[in-house]
C-alpha cells in the first residue's frame, strides 16, 4: 500500500513518466546501501553502536567464527532507567520480523509512572538456539550495574525477600 502511494505521489509531481513497483524496489534498495556506505546491516549497526559508544556484546557461529550470530546492547540512559526501576520487565523476541530473518529481542521495564520503557536489546539469528545467550547477556548487564533480578510473580509479595 505504502508503495502504491509513493507511485501515485511520483505520477502527480512527473506525468509523462511511468512509475513501477520494480523501479520504486530498486531506487529504496540502492538508496539504503548508499547510506550504509558499502556495510552490511549488522556492520553498519555495529558501526553505529561504536560511534555512540554504546557497551554491546557479540556472539559468533561456533564454526564460523567470522559470522556473527547474536548482538546485544543497552545504552547509557536504558542503564539509569533500570537501577530506578529494576522490579519489572518483561522479555520478547519477536521472530522474523526483518528483512534479515533476524529475531529482535528487547527487555522492557516499567518507572515509577507505569510507562513502559526499554532496558536492553538485541538480534538472534536462531530463536531457539541463542536466547539463552541474550538472557545471559542480560544477567551481565544487570550484574554490571549493579540491580537485583526482577521479583518473582509467582509469589505473593508477602513472602518475596526485601
Known amino acids: ?3 502504491y502511494t ?4 511520483l505520477r502527480s509531481w512527473f506525468p509523462g513518466v511511468i512509475f513501477t513497483q520494480g523501479q520504486l524496489h530498486t531506487s529504496r534498495y540502492l538508496a539504503r546501501k548508499r ?5 552490511t ?9 561504536d560511534k555512540e559508544m554504546i557497551t554491546h556484546t557479540i556472539k559468533y557461529d561456533s564454526e564460523d567464527p567470522t559470522k556473527p550470530t547474536g548482538l546485544s546492547w ?6 539509569k532507567q533500570w537501577v530506578t526501576n529494576s522490579k519489572v520487565q518483561l522479555y520478547d523476541c519477536t521472530y522474523k520480523t526483518n528483512n ?3 529475531a529482535l529481542f528487547q527487555v522492557v521495564g516499567l518507572n515509577s509512572l507505569g510507562m513502559a520503557y526499554s532496558m536492553a536489546w538485541g538480534f ?3 530463536e531457539r538456539q541463542e536466547f539463552d545467550w541474550l538472557m545471559e547477556q542480560v544477567d551481565h548487564a544487570r550484574q554490571e550495574i549493579s540491580v537485583a533480578p526482577p521479583e518473582d510473580a509467582s509469589q505473593p509479595a508477602s513472602q518475596l525477600p526485601d
Open 1 to 3: 500500500m505504502a508503495n
Open 35 to 39: 547510506a550504509m556506505k558499502g556495510f
Open 100 to 102: 534479515k530473518k533476524l
Open 74 to 79: 543497552a545504552t547509557a540512559w536504558s542503564k
Open 41 to 49: 546491516p549488522f556492520q553498519a549497526l555495529k558501526k553505529l553502536l
Open 6 to 9: 509513493i507511485i501515485k505521489e
Open 124 to 126: 538472534i539469528n536462531n
